[in-house]
């Protein structure tokens, strides 16, 4: 969660292919029944667009019996690899979990533990099959929250 990215004053644009967008997907569907996380990778470019360069399946720390509607990232982990992706040029720009059986929007427990400025992307996995996505991002200023637009390359 570096500092190029999170304290950008402009309006930032956000792209991703479709191969990566495809594999996310697929990624979640997998791990349906349970709610899937993991981490969102980016670069800014010098136009203030952020590509998502990869994403990062990440275990969900809570106990078996909440894996179904929780998740956590293990703190630990989750410093361990934003230096990693560091050296590669990669920063952490958000986070993605599945919502099995349930609707693409914040619940107000997603709203509470929102950390500004990162994306959140929801899938909504029905049946083990990814219906619909949306993503949202929280204000430093003013903890208001926004849908953010994400540009598809490759649909």
Same mark, same amino acid.
């Given at each position: 969660?570096?500092n190029?990215?999170r304290?950008?004053?402009?309006?930032?644009?956000?792209?991703?292919?479709?191969?990566?967008?495809?594999?996310?997907?697929? %990624?979640?569907? *997998?791990?349906?029944?349970?709610?899937?996380?993991? =981490?969102?990778l980016? /670069? !800014?470019?010098?136009?203030?667009?952020?590509?998502?360069?990869?994403?990062?399946?990440?275990?969900? %720390?809570?106990? *078996?019996?909440?894996?179904?509607?929780?998740?956590? =990232?293990?703190?630990? /982990? !989750?410093?361990?690899?934003e230096?990693?992706?560091?050296?590669?040029?990669?920063?952490?720009?958000?986070?993605?979990?599945s919502?099995?059986?349930?609707?693409?929007?914040?619940?107000?427990e997603? /709203?509470?533990y929102?950390i500004?400025?990162?994306?959140?992307?929801?899938?909504?996995?029905?049946?083990?099959?990814?219906?619909?996505?949306?993503?949202?991002?929280?204000?430093?200023?003013?903890?208001?929250?926004?849908?953010?637009?994400?540009?598809?390359?490759?649909?």
């Amino acid at each position: 969660m570096g500092n190029d990215i999170r304290y950008q004053k402009e309006e930032l644009k956000y792209v991703v292919a479709d191969s990566l967008c495809k594999r996310l997907v697929r %990624s979640v569907e *997998e791990k349906y029944p349970r709610e899937a996380c993991g =981490i969102i990778l980016g /670069k !800014l470019l010098e136009n203030n667009t952020i590509v998502i360069t990869n994403y990062v399946s990440v275990e969900n %720390s809570d106990s *078996e019996f909440d894996q179904d509607r929780h998740y956590t =990232i293990n703190p630990l /982990k !989750l410093y361990s690899y934003e230096n990693t992706f560091a050296k590669d040029g990669n920063e952490i720009i958000g986070f993605y979990h599945s919502h099995p059986d349930a609707i693409a929007y914040l619940s107000e427990e997603d /709203k509470k533990y929102m950390i500004p400025e990162q994306l959140y992307l929801i899938l909504e996995v029905q049946a083990g099959i990814t219906l619909h996505r949306n993503v949202w991002k929280k204000s430093i200023e003013d903890d208001s929250i926004s849908r953010v637009n994400i540009k598809v390359k490759g649909e």
